[in-house]
């Protein structure tokens, strides 16, 4: 089992920039590859980004790509969501989760999901 608890979710201007945590406890954290989700009202859980378990490789979605910065401190059982240039659209309830495969991009293949923080960027 893991347990993963973000943090860092905050009311922002667009243009502005944040920071999300998520805090891993129990099974050790360098086993797992981890993703980042998020889910605006209405819609359906989608890919963020992802790390792999050393974080020698990183995926984006098309939508961030060159915005927001997956990283992580296996010492410190932590993964980040550095996230800049914040539009409107990236208002959602950010996920982080744990899988021990590589299917990076597939929502079901993630074991262990955290509760979420909310983001909200107004115009």
């Known amino acids: 089992q893991v347990q993963l608890v973000e943090s860092g979710g905050a009311w922002v201007q667009a243009g502005g920039s944040l920071r999300l945590s998520c805090a891993a406890s129990g099974r050790t954290f360098s086993w797992y590859n981890m993703g980042w989700f998020r889910q605006a009202p209405g819609k359906e859980r989608e890919f963020v980004a992802a790390?792999?378990?050393?974080?020698?490789?990183?995926y984006y979605a098309d939508s961030v790509k060159g915005r927001f910065t997956i990283s992580r401190d296996n010492g410190a059982n932590t993964v980040y969501l550095r996230m800049n240039s914040l539009k409107p659209e990236d208002t959602a309830d950010y996920y982080c989760?744990?899988?021990?495969?590589?299917?990076?991009?597939?929502?079901?293949?993630?074991?262990?999901w955290g509760r979420g923080t909310q983001v909200t960027v107004s115009s």
């Open positions: 989760a744990a899988q021990g495969g590589s299917d990076y991009y597939v929502l079901s293949k993630y074991d262990y």
């Open positions: 790390i792999t378990r050393n974080g020698g490789r990183t």
